[in-house]
């Protein structure tokens, strides 16, 4: 299972309701370009996301190349309760992709993880609850890495 957080999407906007509609940034658009790549030894059953642009924007592409839809959930949402967001990540088959905010990463692992804009945790079930086992960073910054080796 892939929890993934959203590209880059810029600055925070004034309100909530003008804020679910940012829309990716430059660095945020070619993350999302590079993420069926990125994520190509992964195999995925189902996407899904936070109703807000920035995250759906995110997915886009990866469910164009494997054939499959966005299903948007608010409980991914960044205001979503935690009981709501572990009850959908409970019903998701293990070959699922979602994503989300940096406040559900946070609220799901106590604040002790961190998750880069456009990066996933490869997650595990154990005693029912979700536990980051691997960290995938960021399309950008793997090719930034590569580019420096």
């Not at 935690?82 to 905010?101: N, R």
């Amino acid at each position: 299972m892939l929890l993934l957080r959203h590209a880059s999407a810029g600055e925070r906007l004034s309100s909530a309701s003008l804020d679910r509609g940012r829309r990716l940034d430059r660095v945020g658009r070619a993350d999302a370009r590079l993420l069926p790549d990125a994520l190509a030894g992964h195999a995925l059953e189902r996407i899904v996301s936070s109703p807000h642009a920035r995250c759906t924007e995110t997915v886009r592409a990866l469910a164009l190349t494997r054939g499959l839809a966005v299903e948007q959930r608010e409980e991914l949402a960044p205001d979503a309760p935690l009981a709501d967001t572990l009850a959908l990540l409970e019903e998701l088959p293990e070959d699922s992709l979602m994503c989300t905010h940096r406040e559900v990463v946070e609220r799901l692992f106590d604040g002790r993880v961190t998750c880069e804009k456009g990066a996933a945790w490869l997650l595990e079930r154990r005693d029912g609850r979700p536990v980051p086992v691997a960290y995938l960073p960021s399309p950008t910054s793997q090719e930034r890495a590569g580019a420096l080796a």
